[in-house]
């Protein structure tokens, strides 16, 4: 019932691109995406509601196929800030309210 | 625009002892959500409650652990007789709606059983 991020863990350069994934084997009605920093709380990124869906957040940005129940978290100009956690939380459909959250994707920015 | 506030930001707890943890969600926000964050793991879903309901505890274990979230005052979540077991991070979100919206993290207690 867990989602499956993919990669585990990502090293980058400044500059660079990442690509993050978040697959579920069950129908999803949301898949919400936030960044965690060692030691503090989740801070919300972004949520995507429909099929197709694409939304962005200064240069990071993500899709939702609502029927192969796939978001992907798209990095783009990496910055030194961009390092830490990457959870996706997928919300079942039928107003249940809770997330349930991938293992998560590790981020290093490097120099 | 005060966000979730939780405390207290850390808690030491012998075993045996009760431990018991706060949150206020953010102004506006009547659903609040509990999540145990072991170390270096994801979060895990614990119990999502309305004021004065329990609308979903399945990721609560069975016994031991109860939440609360009453008419007046902040939401609750008490741990009874704590085990080494219990040691972790442990989050309250809070929104608006319970469907199709962001979920606003606090900052967490972090429990400690000695």
């Known amino acids: 019932q867990q989602p499956v991020q993919s990669p585990q863990a990502v090293i980058l350069r400044e500059g660079e691109d990442a690509v993050i994934n978040c697959s579920s084997s069950?129908?999803?009605?949301?898949v919400h995406w936030y960044r965690q920093k060692h030691g503090e709380a989740p801070v919300f990124l972004m949520i995507?509601?429909?099929?197709?869906e694409q939304k962005g957040h200064e240069k990071i940005s993500a899709s939702f196929n609502e029927k192969k129940q796939q978001s992907s978290l798209y990095l783009t100009a990496s910055q030194l800030s961009y390092s830490g956690t990457y959870f996706c939380?997928?919300?079942?459909?039928?107003?249940?309210?809770?997330?349930?959250f991938g293992q998560g994707t590790t981020l290093q920015v490097k120099p | 625009n005060a966000g979730v506030m939780q405390n207290p930001r850390h808690l030491v707890r012998r075993r045996g002892q009760e431990a018991r943890l706060r949150c206020s969600p953010m102004?506006?926000?009547?659903?609040v959500y509990w999540y145990r964050q072991l170390p270096e793991e994801g979060l895990k879903f614990m119990v999502y409650?309305?004021?004065?309901?329990?609308?979903?505890e399945s990721g609560m274990p069975k016994e031991r652990f109860s939440a609360e979230f009453p008419k007046e005052g902040p939401s609750i979540l008490r741990i009874q007789q704590v085990v080494r077991g219990d040691s972790a991070a442990y989050f309250c979100a809070s929104s608006p709606n319970p469907q199709g919206q962001p979920q606003h993290f606090g900052d967490g207690t972090r429990l400690s059983i000695l």
């Open positions: 939380g997928t919300e079942p459909p039928g107003n249940t309210g809770k997330l349930i």
């Open positions: 995507l509601l429909k099929g197709g």
């Open positions: 409650l309305q004021k004065e309901n329990i609308i979903d």
């Open positions: 069950k129908a999803l009605y949301s």
């Open positions: 102004k506006g926000h009547s659903h």
